[in-house]
């Protein structure tokens, strides 16, 4: 079947089966391909894109049920102040270890900010409690959404722990 379906913006035409997961259609189809597979049954987060600002789990949404909601993926939330803010905010915190769960853990951190502005801790641990992070990214995280709620001050002028490690490595070796 057919289906209209407008993403970041763009109305894109695709034909696909009705129980064509979203997750598919935007990868596979559309070729936006931020949007991760990790375990296809709800439970990781990795494929959370928001449905008019709600974050929804790409992989448990078929297109057919899309209709005329927007839907915003990690390539068009940074046009928006809060993803922008949020984006600046992880790279400022170096929050990304291998990368595979951040992009949704940035929609489903961007689905909470534009909702609750100034979250509590334990409001964040409600909302990311969905989103798993293998590589135990979680204090950053926290972190970084606390500083694009603008309730901790930017730590750009602070280098990141992979930038401390650079430098680590690249120093001259004792004795040497
Ligand atoms: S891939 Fe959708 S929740 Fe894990
Ligand atoms: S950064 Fe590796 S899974 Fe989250």
């Avoid at 070729?31 to 974050?55: N, P, Q, R, W, Y």
């Avoid at 928006?80 to 992009?103: E, F, M, N, R």
Wanted: hydrophobic share 40%; with cysteine; charged share 15%.
């Amino acid at each position: 079947m057919s289906y209209a379906i407008k993403v970041n913006g763009k109305v894109q035409t695709v034909d696909v089966e009705s129980d064509t997961p979203l997750l598919w259609v935007l990868r596979d189809t559309i070729g936006l391909v931020g949007s991760k597979f990790g375990c296809g049954v709800g439970l990781c987060g990795a494929c959370t894109v928001h449905l008019d600002g709600v974050a929804v789990r790409s992989c448990q949404t078929q297109v057919s049920t899309v209709g005329t909601k927007a839907v915003t993926t990690i390539e068009g939330i940074g046009a928006t102040p809060v993803g922008a803010s949020l984006q600046k905010a992880w790279i400022d915190h170096d929050v990304i270890q291998c990368g595979y769960c951040q992009a949704g853990q940035i929609m489903s951190a961007s689905a909470l900010l534009a909702k609750t502005p100034q979250p509590t801790d334990v409001q964040i641990d409600r909302a990311m409690a969905g989103n798993i992070c293998r590589c135990a990214t979680y204090t950053r995280i926290k972190s970084a959404i606390h500083q694009a709620a603008g309730q901790t001050p930017a730590l750009a002028a602070a280098p990141a722990p992979r930038q401390v490690l650079a430098a680590a490595a690249a120093a001259p070796t004792k004795g040497a």
